[in-house]
Antibody, heavy 123, light 107 residues
Framework: EVQLVESGGGLVQPGRSLRLSCAAS????????MHWVRQAPGKGLEWVSG????????GYADSVKGRFTISRDNAKNSLYLQMNSLRAEDTALYYC????????????????WGQGTLVTVSS | EIVMTQSPATLSVSPGERATLSCRAS??????LAWYQQKPGQAPRLLIY???TRATGIPARFSGSGSGTEFTLTISSLQSEDFAVYYC?????????FGQGTKVEIK
């Protein structure tokens, strides 16, 4: 069974940094692109960032470009999101999601999703 | 950016009835459209991809149709476990974008 478990969320002041992690199991992690998707409280879904199987291709939403950095460690079956210069509008539940197809970072759907880790940016 | 618009925002349906949810794209996404179900306190779950292909384990009462800019998710006979929020997502272009969701509630 595929499992994605996010961690690292919490309360952080505006302008500070936070690093999220996603531990993957139940599939060959280094075969798949991976993504971060977020959901502000009571709101809809927003794709944040994606990374190809070998970190060769990376993409970001305009709203986080230049502030967030996605990375992965295939030896540890882990995905990361380094979030710098955090803003109040970054407050959200951050989901780790597995790409539906193997290897390249191409526009795709997500299956499955983790349960999310909550990031709250507030002074 | 492709804007996805879902309607209605809320759909009130009685158990056993049919529910029809709509999703419109601001430009053609071909058949590169997925549907997800999200229940309170849970992560989204993939229902449909390729506009009409059910994901593994999804009951046959869920069906998707459409192409280009107009898409429909139909739940043929609503069960109690189907009351949730449904999102469409296009994967034709970057950035990947979602509709704002349709909440299916008990009438």
């Amino acid at each position: 069974e595929v499992q994605l478990v996010e961690s690292g969320g919490g309360l952080v002041q505006p302008g500070r940094s936070l690093r999220l992690s996603c531990a993957a199991s139940g599939f060959t992690f280094d075969d798949y692109a991976m993504h971060w998707v977020r959901q502000a409280p009571g709101k809809g879904l927003e794709w944040v960032s994606g990374i190809s199987w070998n970190s060769g291709s990376i993409g970001y939403a305009d709203s986080v470009k230049g502030r967030f950095t996605i990375s992965r460690d295939n030896a540890k079956n882990s995905l990361y999101l380094q979030m710098n210069s955090l803003r109040a509008e970054d407050t959200a539940l951050y989901y780790c999601a597995k790409d539906s197809r193997q290897y390249q970072l191409l526009p795709n759907w997500f299956d499955p999703w983790g349960q999310g880790t909550l990031v709250t940016v507030s002074s | 950016e492709i804007v996805m618009t879902q309607s209605p925002a809320t759909l009130s349906v009685s158990p056993g009835e049919r529910a029809t949810l709509s999703c419109r794209a601001s430009q053609s996404v071909s058949s590169n459209l997925a549907w997800y179900q999200q229940k309170p306190g849970q992560a989204p779950r993939l229902l449909i991809y390729g506009a009409s292909t059910r994901a593994t384990g999804i009951p046959a009462r869920f069906s998707g149709s459409g192409s280009g800019t107009e898409f429909t998710l139909t739940i043929s006979s609503l069960q109690s476990e189907d009351f949730a929020v449904y999102y469409c997502q296009q994967y034709n272009n970057w950035p990947l974008t979602f509709g704002q969701g349709t909440k299916v509630e008990i009438k």
